[in-house]
């Protein structure tokens, strides 16, 4: 797969970042503090609260960790480790 800016994934002319784990890692985490009322929804612009979506993308990441364990460089689970640690901890103080 290259790292261009064209294909059929939706994103001509724009400049995505490398596919990797932890940019993946990161993503899923942006999403979780949209819904964690953290930081504004990109399409609203909004603070939006759905603690549901919150707890099911952290709960994604938590499947994440289980799955790779063993198969991650250090940087790689300490990204990982540190991003549940974050938002369990915004979690419980939005529950």
């Known amino acids: 797969m290259s790292n261009d800016t064209k294909g059929g994934?939706?994103?001509?002319g724009h400049i995505m970042p490398e596919a990797?784990?932890?940019?993946?890692?990161?993503?899923?985490?942006?999403?979780?503090?949209?819904?964690l009322?953290?930081?504004p929804a990109p399409e609203t612009g909004r603070i939006e609260t759905n603690m549901h979506l919150a707890k099911h993308t952290i709960d994604i990441l938590?499947?994440?960790k289980c799955k790779t364990q063993g198969n991650l460089d250090e940087t790689e689970k300490r990204l990982l480790d540190d991003i549940l640690y974050e938002l369990r901890m915004k979690?419980?103080?939005n529950g």
Do not use: I, R, W
């Open 9 to 12: 994934c939706g994103c001509e």
């Open 20 to 35: 990797t784990f932890s940019t993946f890692v990161l993503s899923l985490s942006s999403s979780a503090m949209v819904h």
């Open 37 to 39: 009322g953290e930081v």
């Open 62 to 64: 938590c499947m994440l």
């Open 91 to 93: 979690f419980v103080a």
